[in-house]
């Protein structure tokens, strides 16, 4: 009784251990990316791929109806909190206006179940040290708005047509499949993590810290690193929620409920890897709040979640290793 799945940017870093994940768990899957960001490589052997763009409606609805797709988990976006402050209209457009169409699709289609990948940048600079998903939002950044409006339109479409959906609001997530089947190739890559791990490998010549004067325990930046595997066991999980109950939707932070700082994070990559990567300290980041940490019983309680990879030197490791075997190019 298991339906196809279709999952948007399943060519992603996320999309493409949420294809795994899915597999896993038995269900079929069906993938869309318009490969921008992507890799066709990253997605397994023998799932359908299809080069196309989320924004495409017809596509998309040709597609749906080929597969007989009865969920739709939608992680193709765009991510960088830096570039949406440049160039907040491509935010808008791939993370809202594309969203849109897909959502219309979807309930053109007769698709009744949608899983968002949302951001803990809805939360903007929270003023609790852990945010529950009954905190206001308020994003500092178009990013984080751009995918709150996606939020928006998603419960009001639910509340007027029949579909259910569940937001996953990540914290920040990092590391890889522990089995090494797929991993971050991220080109020209800004996340802390992967930059780090580029840099103990020698790819990069240093780490820029981005701010040393947040009200933090060290002043730089506090995050709650979630590792990949984890956040895309939360998906399926709530998947199975949402099919199980047709009539629930639900919004859930995805994070462990504790921070590092830059420099710990730094720390452990020097731990793992056995070197010293070169930090440089430099002005904060546009758009960068200093500390946003996860309340996580909502997603611990409602699909009985089982966080298994919390150790940041496990979520170092697993990138690390997967920078290691994936090829030797220097980064973008
Ligand atoms: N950061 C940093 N150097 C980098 C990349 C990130 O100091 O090269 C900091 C950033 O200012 C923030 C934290 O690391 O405090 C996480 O940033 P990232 O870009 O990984 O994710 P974000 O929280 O912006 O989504």
Redesign the pocket.
Known sequence: NKFSVLVTGGAGYIGSHAVLALQDAGWPVVVVDNLVTGFRSAVSEGVPFHEVDVGDGKAVRSILREHGIGAIMHFAGS???PESVENPLKYYDNNTARSRVLIEAAIKEGVRHFVFSS?A?VYGEPDTARVSEDSPTRPINPYGMSKLMTEAMLRDVTNAHDLNHCILRYF?VAGADPQGRTGQSTQGA????K??VEAALGKRSH?????GDFETRDG????DYIHVSDLVAAHVLALEALVEKPDASMTLNCGYGRGYS?RE?LDAVDRVSGGEVERRQEP??AG?PGE?ISENARLLATVLWQPRHQNIDEIVGHALAWERQSALEPAG
């Open positions: 991510v960088v909190v951001t940048a920040n800004t996340h802390l993590i930059v780090a780490v820029a810290i981005f701010g730089t930046g506090v995050r830059v994070v904060r980041r960068d946003l």
